[in-house]
């Protein structure tokens, strides 16, 4: 599947979702600082009859002749989607009609007009099966109970599915931001970076080993900065972090484990939703991040687990009003973050992708991480002299 983190799709559940005023609110944003293009995609399954929505239909899906169409749109008409896009101020404005057996082809074909890097907003569900893109947003009307077929396909895709109730979203424009040529979220949450271990197998400070010429702690902070409303380190030491703009948390109580640095960092975080993070896991997996801050509408911990018991209770989603059960966890002398399995409600989600994940917990694994990411580099700059 093609990847191009360039690319916003944003699919719906059905009619009169305000899809398309969303896309305005995008490209009217940021339209003013980048080139950003649109494209409406129609797709049209002959062996369903003429319209996709059903009944007579408004003649466009019937006027395709071959396995796609690509249009672009030139009319200024604030009754046409791609013209508000167009008014909205995207540099230009494509409508790509498609018969859903040559999703791929049409792809292919919209990419000719489009240039390779150019921040793009796409209205589509269908779309989503041929292109992963920087972000999958779908808007779901509350009032409509059924779901289009051309969006069950995909749902599962979604970075963010979000409400549409009484001519309102539950999720702003405004959380859709910018960084590295990449759609991204701002997530309506806190992280979390603890930093109070000693690092006795490693031998030095983990949190301070360099990484791509800066400290380790930075490195992960800067991969989070963008995606919450705030970061926060948890650590005894605060003078030791003063090179950050971070807020330093020291735990209320030292000497009590990271059971006491989540409770100490959840009391003073200003969201009810945290993630946590060690300070020494230096790549941030922010798909799956995404997935486990999605899952928390009714749960209060979501924690990755691997090989059905092998917790991962130091890369987890914990909501800040479990800190009163950590508390008295602390204060009964516990330490095991799994004792608050116990009490309260908490989802797992199964975490097999080896790939990315490391841990740094002795040199050997530090040298090998950054052995690592020599090689990769070496690799990019050879794929580029090809």
């Not at 909205?88 to 049409?106: D, I, P, Q, R, Y």
């Not at 963008?226 to 703009?245: C, Q, W």
């Not at 989603?317 to 516990?334: D, E, F, M, P």
């Not at 690592?372 to 700059?381: A, V």
Request: hydrophobic share 40%; net charge neutral.
């Amino acid at each position: 599947m093609l990847v191009k983190p360039n690319f916003l799709i944003i699919g719906s559940t059905g009619r009169n979702t305000g899809k398309t005023e969303f896309a305005c609110r995008l490209i009217g944003k940021y339209s003013k600082e980048f080139q950003v293009y649109g494209v409406k995609v129609v797709s049209i399954d002959p062996h369903e009859g003429n319209c996709p929505r059903g009944g007579k239909g408004c003649g466009v899906c019937t006027s395709l002749k071959d396995d796609y169409e690509i249009t672009e749109e030139s009319i200024i008409d604030p009754k046409k989607d791609t013209s508000r896009m167009l008014m909205a101020g995207a540099c230009k404005v494509f409508f790509l009609k498609v018969s859903v057996h040559a999703l791929e082809k049409g792809l292919n074909a919209l990419l000719g007009v489009i240039p390779d890097d150019v921040l793009t907003v796409f209205e589509s569900n269908s779309i989503r099966k041929v292109v992963e893109p920087g972000l999958f947003l779908v808007i779901k009307n509350l009032k409509e109970k059924q779901v289009k077929e051309s969006c069950v396909e995909v749902i599962h895709y979604a970075d963010k599915v979000i409400d549409f109730y009484n001519m309102s979203w539950n999720f702003s424009p405004d959380r859709v931001l910018i960084k590295n040529n990449t759609w991204i979220i701002r997530e309506n949450a806190t992280a979390i970076i603890l930093a109070g271990g000693k690092s006795s197998r490693m031998g030095v400070d983990k949190s301070l080993l360099p990484v791509n010429g800066e400290p380790l702690i930075a490195f992960i902070a800067n991969q989070l900065e963008s995606h919450f409303n705030e970061v926060i380190i948890g650590a005894n030491d605060p003078g030791k972090f003063n090179f950050l703009k971070y807020q330093v948390v020291p735990d209320v109580e030292k000497d009590k484990g990271p059971l006491m640095g989540i409770y100490s960092c959840l009391m003073a975080s200003s969201d009810e939703v945290n993630f946590v993070t060690a300070c020494d896991i230096p790549v941030m997996n922010y798909r799956l991040i995404q997935n486990m801050i999605n899952l928390s509408g009714d749960a209060d911990i979501i924690m990755p687990v691997r090989e059905s018991n092998k917790y991962e209770p130091l890369y987890a989603v914990y909501k800040k009003s479990i800190a009163a059960n950590a508390l008295t966890i602390l204060k009964n002398n516990g330490r095991k973050i799994t004792d608050l399995f116990n009490h309260v409600k908490v989802k797992f989600i199964e975490f097999n992708d080896n790939a990315w994940y490391q841990n740094l917990n002795i040199k050997d694994e530090y040298y090998e991480f950054i052995k690592k990411g020599e090689l990769q580099k070496c690799f990019r700059s050879d794929d580029k002299n090809q």
